[in-house]
């Protein structure tokens, strides 16, 4: 009688054991859980951060460009202009564009004349001025930026020189990693 | 006039460890005339700066300012680069002159640019700058100033 009570003590009790068990496992699990829900929501918030980050850089490297000695007119055009980009320099550029690899972190660097509107034409020492599109580096795109610009050069009629200003858009692309 | 103009730029930049007076006794001291307890002296006329037992040679405020707080591989190494890109963009205009003369614009540059950028190129370190690439830099500014075409 007393073995009985003794088994059937031990089994009540082996069976408490495994209640704490799966409590304790539960209670593991639920709190892991919530750990990778917590976590999930923060590591969201830190990706759109870096995406808007990502995004600031960017254009301000497109204004960076603009202004920089390699595109900017300076005082090469009177009314000293921001945000205005010498075509001729540019085309010259475009021609010597290996010397500057690496310098300019992205992938692609592109102008292009929207007003007045026409065709589309790539531009090279050929057929400039009579041309829209200035592809100084040609890469892989996955993210595109761009800024107005004034895209202006020396321009003569009947011997006269003279500026010509037209808008157009500067586009950086880079490759997004 | 020196004295002032330097305090008044170091004011400017607002920092709380730079002290044109009152410096605290354990500062780094940098001295614009000869003098004693001096832990770097700037010869601005003659163009150097003598720093942890060695010389580098500056042209403008900027590079003199590049040359006291530096070390002197990073200066001397951020000179050659901004020779290089100098180097570039004189070629750059010197190629421009000639393209744009299809305009009917003239320069008689194209020369002069392309001696700057032989010196540019060849500068191996700050000891290089000497009057003459700066003189002949000035030159070419000043008569790129009168061009009915400028370059820049």
Known sequence: MSIMVIKM??????????????????????????????????????????????????????????????????????????????????????????????????????????????????????????????KIRSGKITAEFSNFVSLCRKESIGGEIYDKCELAKLIVSYNEK | MLQKKIEDEISDLNQENLFSDNCPSESVRVCFTSGLDCDIVVNYNAGYVDKDGDRRYFHSDSLMYAAVFSEREIYECQLKRVMQRGEQLALLYKDKAQFISRAGCETDLDQDLLELSNLQKNLDDSQDLDGYMINLADDIDTRNNLEECQLW
Not at chain 1, 12 to 31: D, E, N, S, V
Not at chain 1, 64 to 70: C, D, G, I, Q, V
Not at chain 1, 91 to 115: A, G, P, Q, S, T
């Open chain 1, 9 to 134: 003590t031990s089994k009540k009790g082996q069976l408490k054991i495994q209640q704490m068990a799966f409590m304790l496992m539960a209670i593991t699990l639920f709190f892991v859980l919530v750990g990778m829900f917590v976590f999930s929501i923060q590591f969201s918030g830190l990706k759109e951060s870096a995406a808007i980050l990502e995004e600031k850089n960017a254009m301000l490297l497109v204004t960076k460009l603009a202004n920089s000695p390699e595109f900017s007119c300076g005082e090469a055009f009177k009314n000293k202009k921001t945000h205005c980009i010498d075509s001729d320099k540019v085309l010259i550029l475009k021609e010597n564009i290996n010397k500057y690899d690496d310098f300019w972190d992205v992938e692609n660097i592109e102008i292009r004349k929207i007003y007045p509107v026409s065709g589309e034409k790539e531009c090279s020492l050929e057929n400039y001025p009579d041309c829209n599109i200035i």
